[in-house]
Nanobody, 126 residues
Framework: QVRLVESGGGLVHPGDSLRLSCAAS????????MGWFRQSPGKEREMVAG????????????YVKPSVRDRFTISLDSAKATVYLQMNSLQTEDTAVYFC???????????????WGQGTQVTVST
């Protein structure tokens, strides 16, 4: 059973930046994907970004939702099994609960994620 620990949410002003972190532990961690999803009140959960990693080739592939691609960056420290979401130029519509997700031995497609973090609130407000 993989455990995910998130951190980094908070209250910021429009134009500010935040970095979310999520550390995974307990899995085999040889080929996996980690992603960030978000959900705001009245809306469905949506995938914001994902990154897949393969240990034996030490290669990764990333996905970032097109509408935030110029502002958000996902990265992975494979040695720490920790994924980061760097969010720049935050806008009020980025306000949501952000969830870290994990799937083992997978490519990282949206339906493959099986483990979820507790969620961290990001509020962008004037």
């Amino acid at each position: 059973q993989v455990r995910l620990v998130e951190s980094g949410g908070g209250l910021v002003h429009p134009g500010d930046s935040l970095r979310l972190s999520c550390a995974a532990s307990g899995g085999t961690l040889r080929r996996y994907a980690m992603g960030w999803f978000r959900q705001s009140p009245g809306k469905e959960r949506e995938m914001v970004a994902g990154i897949g990693w393969v240990s034996w080739t030490d290669t990764s592939s990333t996905y970032v939702k097109p509408s935030v691609r110029d502002r958000f960056t996902i990265s992975l420290d494979s040695a720490k099994a920790t994924v980061y979401l760097q969010m720049n130029s935050l806008q009020t519509e980025d306000t949501a609960v952000y969830f870290c997700a994990f799937c083992d031995d997978c490519a990282g497609y949206v339906d493959e994620y099986t483990s979820w973090g507790q969620g961290t609130q990001v509020t962008v407000s004037t």
